[in-house]
């Protein structure tokens, strides 16, 4: 039944169905208004229950065709609502205004018709969400906004650009002759001429506390770039922009004295650092050396060879801290000669491969090596770049996952030569990259493996000293190094 009454005939049955019963509704209705009889009150309820179930069945039905998959909007349907609504106002005032009966007569048959069409067409229009957007208003709005919007934008961006002293100036002119043009219509000469002089004072006025707004906003912009010993005067009364000029020198003197305070601290923990590992290093090589004398002794017990054997171990891992609290510290401070130089970028990673070949393979771990195209080389200080790389191929070979791949690829691109370094972490990696790079800061929290956390903290800063950047990024167990170098001109020409 109801694959029936989906058909077209049936909703063309439906709206003649509703269409008629409207029509003998109201004039049955008029005609039991006026006359009382009691045919026209039958006839009225009938209409009713003709017109309930056939207007329930064209809203539940409204959009829904067969041969058609979900919503279906008919022509009916694609008439903008608001031509629709105007050409059904229009029907109406030409019957209003109709001399004679049969005119006004059709025109009321005409209007509810198109109310009985209007009706499953705005059900229709409803689920489909085009109520608003398939309107002639509506497309004006987006004309409006595509043209209209796009030239205030540009309005606004040409505004921007100009200072703000010639900007306030232009739109003070702007209103002030939009003034004049409506005061000297109405208004005598001697009137005008008061007016322009009052509103000249005004203007220098404005300008005389914008001029005095621009030094503040200098003064803001040059303490966000870092400039903390600005200090700003103005000479305008108002309290509001003192108080603001004395709001920005006081962040400036405050932001001064705690980035003072700051570098302060960091000297001197450098210096610390650097002083007490050189004395240090004097007590630790004699335990180097005894220690390496023990082990040459003919010591036959076990127990003690293998007390000889930790207490060897141990002073190197000292030794090695030592060194890179030192490096570290002269790496940070760029207490380091640097000899910037063209470097052979394919080489030097090669060179480094082989120089791990073994180490890596003890580990179980392939390098995958993707040199650069052509033959780039980049400006570095080649013993610089080669600890840098060292500090990175030994962390790969303390944490990277057996039996996994690294992988090494350079290439170039915008004057600029990447290399990048990446591996599968055996442990996770509980902080982010830009923490790794911070002096003793490891990637396992527990600290249960060897290392002293300053490995990336050197690396980062011997790169900089370099001219190049370093980068860290992590990816759950993904470690990866990014480090950017500028290319010689002469490969960069090619």
């Known amino acids: 039944m109801k694959k029936h009454l989906n058909k077209l005939w049936a909703k063309v049955i439906t709206a003649i169905g509703m ?15 006026y006359y009382a009889e009691f045919l026209a009150m039958v006839i009225n309820v009938a209409c009713v229950v003709v017109f309930i179930p056939c207007f329930s069945f064209q809203l539940r039905s409204a959009g829904y065709w067969e041969g058609h998959e979900g919503l279906h909007l008919t022509w009916l349907d694609r008439i903008p609502l608001d031509l629709y609504l105007c ?102 000469m001697s009137i005008v001429v008061i007016w322009m002089l009052v509103r000249l ?64 601290s960091e000297r001197l923990k450098t210096e610390l650092i650097t002083n007490v590992s050189h004395d240090i290093k004097t007590p630790l090589t004699s335990i180097v050396n005894y220690v390496d004398l023990l082990s040459k002794t003919d010591i036959t017990d076990p127990t003690a060879l293998e ?28 207490n380091i000669s640097v000899n910037l130089a063209p470097v052979d970028l394919n080489v030097l990673l090669t060179q480094v491969c082989a120089e791990y070949e073994q180490r890596l393979g003890e580990k179980h771990l392939q390098t995958v090596f993707t040199p650069a195209e052509g033959n780039p080389h980049i400006v570095a200080d080649g013993q610089l770049l080669w600890r840098v790389l060292d500090n990175l191929m030994g962390n790969v070979c303390k944490y990277a996952m057996p039996g996994t791949r690294v992988y090494l690829t350079a290439d170039v691109a915008d004057g600029r030569a990447n290399l990048s370094l990446k591996n599968i972490s055996l442990y996770p990696i509980t902080v982010s990259g830009e923490e790794l790079t911070e002096r003793f800061v490891r990637g396992d929290s527990s600290r249960s493996t060897e290392g002293s956390g300053l490995g990336l903290s050197i690396a980062a800063s011997l790169t900089e000293l370099q001219q190049g950047t370093f980068a860290i990024h992590v990816d759950g167990d993904l470690f990866k190094a990014q480090l950017t170098f500028g290319v010689c001109r002469e490969n960069a020409n090619e």
């Open 19 to 33: 269409t008629g019963a409207a029509i003998v509704f109201f004039m049955s209705f008029f005609s039991a208004w």
């Open 87 to 188: 050409a059904g106002l229009f029907v109406f005032m030409v019957g209003t205004e109709a001399w004679d009966a049969e005119t006004a007569f059709l025109c009321k048959i005409v209007l509810i018709a198109m109310a009985a069409l209007l009706v499953p067409s705005l059900a229709a229009r409803y689920k489909a969400k085009t109520l608003w957007t398939n309107t002639i208003l509506y497309r004006l709005w987006q004309l409006l906004q595509r043209h209209v919007g796009g030239f205030l934008k540009g309005v606004g961006r040409v505004l921007l650009s100009i200072p703000l002293v010639w900007s306030a100036l232009a739109i003070l002119l702007v209103l002030s002759a939009v003034d004049l043009l409506f005061l000297a219509m109405r208004s005598p």
């Open 201 to 264: 004072v005004v203007i220098l006025l404005v300008l005389y506390v914008i001029l005095d707004i621009r030094k503040l906003m200098q003064a803001g912009e040059a303490l966000a770039q870092g400039d903390f010993s600005r200090q700003v005067s103005v000479s305008c009364p108002l309290p509001a922009i003192q108080d603001h000029a004395d709001h920005l020198n006081s962040i400036q003197s405050g932001l001064q004295k705690a980035v003072d305070a700051h570098m302060q």
């Open 307 to 334: 007390y000889i054997a930790v207490l060897e171990r141990q002073a190197q891992r000292l030794r090695k801290l030592t060194e890179d609290l030192v490096e570290a510290s002269k790496a940070a401070t760029g």
